[in-house]
């Protein structure tokens, strides 16, 4: 199989089809979500990655009551900290108004957050990011496989008790692993993505959420030259992880597009995809 891919192209097609996901009311229902979840410091954020690296939303114990969940017995909390503010009673001059003035953080205390996953009760909206099913072309998952044990990883399927993901890539390790019991399709798209970590991300030093835009954007384009329709997938997943609304996504997709470009071409081509010839630069 042979395909010509147009980055301009298939990016504007990526752009729109999330454009069409965020002016939707699962859209919608999942931003006023979210607008109920804490913003954390970012060395609070250091300190959920160190405590549990799987962490995909947390939230302290009555943030999840009012959202209708309930923490699930025994579970163990993240630990942070939380800043002491003092609130002083402040009388305006010649008038019995009475305001309430904060003042700066005096001192930090340990408090306790939860992940979703240490979570039971009412389901909260979702973006939707369907699983692709159906086959895929033949040989095609061995042939991506190839490209990254050219690059010095070991690439298999795995039941991954471990973990939640559909596939995970760890440089330590120089691993890329792929669920086993995905559709053939979605494994597919799966390894695209890892694939797009491997080939991009390796000094560790991207934003996550930016991380997983390039890796899955890279799983688009791989995905659309061969004849694959990732969008029910992409288009969620893109928009889970950058959030905001269609012009910033477009405009993450913009900065990145040279990288992303990039990273397709050099898998479509040890792949055998036949590619235009245009300035990724």
Known sequence: MSAAI??????????????????????????RMQSRFYRYSFGNTL?????????????GFHRWKSLGRSVSKGSR??????????????REEDTEDVSIVAAAPSAFRIVHVFDVAD???QE????????????????????LAAVGVSRGFTVGLDAMADSRANGDTAFGDRRIRVRDSLAPAQQVKTLAHELGHA???????????????????????VCEAVG?????????CITTWVGGDADAVEAALRASGGRISGASRTVLDAIGEVTEAEDVA
């Open 77 to 90: 909390g993240i630990a942070i900290l939380a800043p002491v503010v003092r609130r002083l009673q402040v």
């Open 228 to 236: 694959i329709d990732a969008g029910d997938y992409s288009f969620g």
């Open 119 to 121: 979570t039971e009760g």
């Open 199 to 221: 080939l991009l991300h390796g000094d560790g030093v991207i934003d996550r959420a930016l991380a997983e835009l390039e890796a899955e954007s890279v799983a688009f384009v």
């Open 124 to 143: 909260l909206p979702t973006v939707p990011c369907h699983p692709l099913r159906g086959d895929a072309p033949a040989t095609l998952f061995e042939r």
């Open 47 to 59: 300190l959920i990655g160190m405590q549990r690296p799987d962490a995909t939303q947390v939230a």
């Open 6 to 31: 147009s980055r301009d192209d298939v990016l504007t097609r990526l752009a729109e089809g999330i454009r069409q996901l965020t002016s939707s009311e699962a859209w919608t229902a999942w931003l």
